[in-house]
């Protein structure tokens, strides 16, 4: 049996070959024809820096170096809704907002308060109140569509994330730094796993996610820091295909602005353009599929109110989501203010949290994918009986 040299990255996948340090792009087929793909900003993005509430009269006392100028100013914020805007470095999505294509919800958390990354990113992908859960949210809402969970699932490269998994199988795909092998390699590698029960079903399954993600280009050759760009181009091939998958989990480092975070330049306005970069990445590639596409960014936390000795933030506590897509009913900015007044902080220096995140999750899962609100409840986040789903989030 000869195998087309590009598979050969799902080969050296499965054998643990691909680098550590890869973004990681994970997939799952469902039975619906609405897309979504979730993006976590892992290190806990400052939604202060990244939608900013300019109107506020205590914003620019509280944020000191880091406040960013008014609209209509050199380096100011592209406004929004009169009270909120959006960094420069987004002015890509901007456009998306007039078209009611980008939602933001401010002052949203999950229920964790401890500030510690392990546990919050536990907590933000089970969907849970408590550390130690062995599945995801988004694995336990695809139980629950139909035609979920079919097929074989594979993890290549770092594996899935905690927020696919679960009982429903699912396939993952990561960029190889690996050279191309010979097509000699490659038939030996068919034939030593050909009559395996196990491992022979499952490299073929590999085989057949590498032939998705580069069907259509060939291989692409792979390029340090924009392996986040080239997995978007594949997230946004492959959730386009008929006969592809519908969800897709990206994830994006580089949040953690401890030091030198900066206001119109610095470390979050690199991660701000990498993360508008993305996501243009993803509405190209997704352009036939766009009107059936939601992408929710989230993060962990947000970071404290007030700049640092080293000219950063600290981890904090509310931050802000991002929504964006075809099928959005957007051009909203969502979410009970608190308001930075330092009797309306939460512990004396956070923004204080007024939006449940799994209130936000619940209105993705029911609105955009139809998962019935009951399942949602009981199975998905059966912790969070209590909290509403945001209303209205997706267009009629």
């Known amino acids: 049996m000869m195998l087309h040299r590009r598979h050969f990255i799902a080969t050296a996948s499965a054998t643990g070959l691909l680098s550590a340090t890869a973004p990681r792009l994970s997939l799952a087929a469902a039975g619906t024809d609405r897309r979504l793909v979730l993006i976590v900003l892992r290190g806990a993005m400052d939604g202060l820096g990244a939608v900013i509430p300019y109107a506020d009269p205590d914003y620019r006392p509280a944020r000191g170096a880091l406040a960013l100028a008014e ?34 919800v401010h002052a949203i958390a999950t229920p964790y308060r401890d500030r510690s990354h392990f546990d919050a990113q536990d907590l933000l992908d089970t969907g849970g109140i408590r550390a130690g859960d062995d599945s995801g949210w988004l694995n336990r809402a695809l139980a629950r569509l139909d035609g979920g969970g079919k097929g074989l699932g594979l ?178 900015v969502l979410g009970e203010w608190p308001g930075l007044r330092d009797d309306k902080l939460y512990e004396g220096r956070d923004l204080a949290p007024t939006t449940d995140m799994r209130a936000l999750l619940k209105a993705v899962l029911a609105g955009h994918l139809g998962v019935p609100a009951a399942d949602i409840d009981r199975f998905v986040f059966p912790d969070a009986k209590s909290v509403p789903a945001l209303p209205e989030l997706v267009r009629a």
Do not use: C
């Open 71 to 104: 609209p209509g100013q050199e380096g100011g914020v592209l406004d929004l809704d009169g009270r909120f805007g959006l960094h420069p470095v987004l002015a890509p999505l901007h456009e998306w907002w007039g078209k009611k294509q980008l939602l933001a």
């Open 155 to 332: 993890s290549l490269g770092q594996g899935v994330p905690l927020v696919l998994r679960g009982s429903v199988p699912v396939a993952s795909w990561a960029p190889s730094p690996l050279p191309e092998p010979t097509m000699d390699f490659m038939d030996r590698v068919a034939g030593l796993y050909r009559n395996d029960p196990v491992l022979g079903p499952a490299l073929m399954a590999g085989l057949g996610v590498a032939d998705m993600a580069n069907g259509m280009d060939g291989n692409k050759k792979r390029d340090g820091g924009k392996d986040r760009l080239i997995l978007a181009e594949t997230a946004g091939r492959m959730l386009s295909d008929p006969a592809g998958p519908r969800i897709a989990s990206l994830e994006l480092s580089g949040w953690d602005t401890h030091v030198g975070q900066g206001a119109i330049q610095g470390r979050l306005a690199n991660a701000l353009g990498q993360l508008a970069e993305t996501m243009m990445t993803l509405r190209v590639s997704m352009s036939d599929v766009w009107g059936q596409t939601l992408i929710a960014v989230v993060t962990e936390f947000g970071r404290t109110i007030r700049p640092n000795g080293t000219g950063g933030t600290d981890h904090g506590t509310a931050g802000v989501a991002l929504l964006a897509g075809g099928a959005l009913n957007g051009g909203r």
